[in-house]
């Protein structure tokens, strides 16, 4: 019997021997299914959820994450990829370069659409996005290049366009957790809490 694979977020991207997950109906999905609800699965394989997260408000994100981490069996790794705050930052607001207001008037436009465009909630740095599967239960989460991993059934499973990294860096973070960790350090986690109650309070 195969063991599960779930493509969480799949959108129209779906993946062949894979249980393509959305709260869509793109064709090709296999189950409609709002994974802030939670995910009524067991003794998962793998999980893989490309450009999803930054789509969920962090609370549901970490719920998410943590149900990740429940749904997973103890072997099981989650692959996750997201826009990289960073290459945000680096690329997207640049006022040494503004030669007029023009210039300052789209930075500001486009550093807002990078948060708040195309349905986007939150944005991760590598450091948050580490804390945050800390806190949802990870024990290990490592840096992945694009379409490469350790495991082979996680190699070019990315869809998503390069879009000339070679000259500005990653801009997306690809990460896979595995193990089991207790939580984040005591110092994040008050940060994070603090944060949250903020972002929270609209
Ligand atoms: C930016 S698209 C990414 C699609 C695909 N993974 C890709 O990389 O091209 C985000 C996808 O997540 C799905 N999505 C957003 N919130 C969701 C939720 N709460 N439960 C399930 N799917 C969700 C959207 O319908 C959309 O297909």
Known sequence: MPRTRL???CGPQTLAGWTNVDNRHYPGVDR???VTIGLPYSDVEY????HLIEHLAYDDALNFLRECRRVLAPDGILRLSTPNLDWVLRTQYLPALWKCDDD???DCFVLNRAFKGWGHQFLYNRQSLAATLRLAGFGVVEECRY???RHEALRGIERHDTYGDEDTGPHVLIVEASGRSSGAEPSTEAQI???RRAIDSV
């Open 147 to 149: 379409g490469e991993s």
């Open 193 to 195: 809490a603090e944060f």
């Open 32 to 34: 409609v299914l709002d």
């Open 104 to 106: 300052a008037v789209r």
């Open 47 to 50: 999980l893989f959820a490309e």
């Open 7 to 9: 493509h969480i977020g």
